[in-house]
């Protein structure tokens, strides 16, 4: 299955070992920034949570920008810089010591990552065909997730609160990392470069824009079924889930920790199994079982809640099955989205059509926290299961009403084996 899943042009495949070995230095870091600020760095919960929340503002405002630089310039001319940038200001963690350089380095930061994902998405995309995307954006999703888990092992044995040079060591680790997909795109010359010319006229603009990018109706569908089940889901996952597991199923933090790994274990083991079984199956269809999924995930997390502290052990094992299950739905949708917004875009216009979708993110993670905090904490618990449930069976509504606006094509439904060539007519 690996070797299927491999694309077949060796560059992407040298991009996919970039992927894996940049995200086990984000595994380094990533469930410790608040900590690091908050203990080590002696910022108060309310600065570091400004600090952090700054981060995700200046990201999603810059993310446009960087679709249409990736668009105009190549993939190439935006990424390497960003990726130094995201080096650097990573790097600079290590300097942090006051609200303020705690701001400045978490710009440098978010304009490093602004166009980060867009552009390794269109350079992904453009060495590889539709027939192959999918199974390629799916294992770049178990690769980064492997990652990711592989660094927080290793972080997660290494740190230590007493000991600032411990956090000072893998945020320079996670620095570096960032620079191994740099270096292996500057041993590809000719990859990332702008996938159309200028024109004629020797304008160096390309036609449209994202307006031409909105007034795709298929495209529009796409993105407000992103936005909703995104919202429901992935948003949920930092504030709802935790807050909901810890303060009113009253799981202790450690469950957490656990139900989080089994997430990563979900991922890493049915990725590739999932990736082969959804191969020539409708794209729409299966975003609608993703959203069925998440509900399905909500619905065991409330089953948590309900059984509460009475079954202390029947409580965890929901929790941690929550997370699992959750995983399972993002091996779903990690292929098929970015494969369908590639689907749907010209080569002018790949790199806004990646940001639209990257963005995405970038605003549910605004939404999410928002509608999660003041229902857990006003003991509307219940209440905010139902929403969640909900919102992700309206996604799955809006991934079924998507299918009619498609091609078979643009669906995936006729990219399962390759069309012959016709045979010669009898003489």
């Known amino acids: 299955m690996l070797r299927r899943a491999l694309p077949a042009r060796p560059e992407a495949r040298r991009i996919l070992l970039g992927t894996l070995l940049s995200a086990i230095g984000r ?11 908050t203990d080590v760095r ?19 405002a810059l993310s446009p920008l960087g679709g249409a630089l990736i668009d105009r310039f190549g993939a190439r001319r935006v990424v390497l810089p960003c990726l130094v940038i ?24 978010a304009v490093g990552g602004s166009a980060l994902w867009s552009g390794q998405t269109t350079i992904l995309a453009s060495l590889t065909d539709d027939g192959e995307r999918q199974r390629v954006f799916g294992l770049q999703f178990a690769l980064l997730n492997l990652g990711i888990g592989v660094g927080g092992l290793i972080s997660g044995a290494v740190v230590d609160i007493a000991r600032p040079v411990t956090f000072q060591a893998i945020y320079l680790l996670d620095a570096l990392s ?19 010319q200028s024109s004629a006229a020797g304008t ?3 036609a449209g824009g994202y307006l031409t990018v909105l007034r795709d109706r298929p495209f529009r569908r796409l993105v407000v079924f992103g936005l909703v089940l995104t919202t429901c889901g992935y948003a949920q996952v930092e504030v709802g889930f935790a807050a909901y597991s810890i303060r009113v199923v009253e799981v202790t933090p450690r469950v957490v920790a656990w139900a989080l790994a089994a997430n990563t274990v979900m991922i890493v ?6 990736i082969r079984r959804m191969e020539g199956r409708s794209r729409t269809r299966g975003l609608a079982v993703v959203g069925a999924v998440f509900a399905t995930a909500w619905l065991v997390l409330g089953m948590a809640g309900l059984v509460g502290t009475g079954n202390a052990l029947v409580a965890a094992f929901c929790v941690v099955a929550c997370s699992a299950i959750f995983g399972f739905g993002e091996t779903m949708l990690s292929p098929v989205m970015p494969a369908l917004t590639n689907a749907l875009a010209t080569d002018e216009l790949r790199g806004r059509y990646n940001a639209m979708t990257s963005m995405i993110f970038g605003i549910s993670g605004i939404i999410g926290p928002v509608t999660a905090g003041p229902l857990i904490g006003a003991a ?3 209440l905010w299961v139902a929403v969640v449930v909900g919102g992700c069976l309206v996604a799955s509504a809006l991934a079924l009403s998507l299918r009619r606006l498609l091609t078979p094509a ?12 016709p045979e010669p007519a009898a003489a």
């Open 269 to 274: 083991l049915s990725q590739l199994l999932v």
């Open 178 to 196: 960032y620079l191994t997909p740099g270096l292996i795109l500057l041993t590809l010359p000719h990859v990332g470069h702008r996938l159309v």
């Open 42 to 60: 002696g910022l108060t919960d309310n600065q570091a949570g400004l600090v952090i929340g700054w981060f995700g503002a200046v990201t999603l």
């Open 27 to 37: 595994g380094l870091t990533l469930p410790f920034l608040f900590i690091y600020l």
């Open 410 to 421: 643009q669906d995936g439904r006729a990219t399962a084996t390759p069309a012959r060539d």
């Open 380 to 382: 509307h618990g219940r």
């Open 204 to 206: 160096g603009r390309s």
């Open 86 to 109: 995201e080096a650097l200001g990573t790097g600079s963690l290590t300097l942090v010591d006051s609200l303020g350089t705690a701001f400045a380095v978490s710009t440098l930061i």
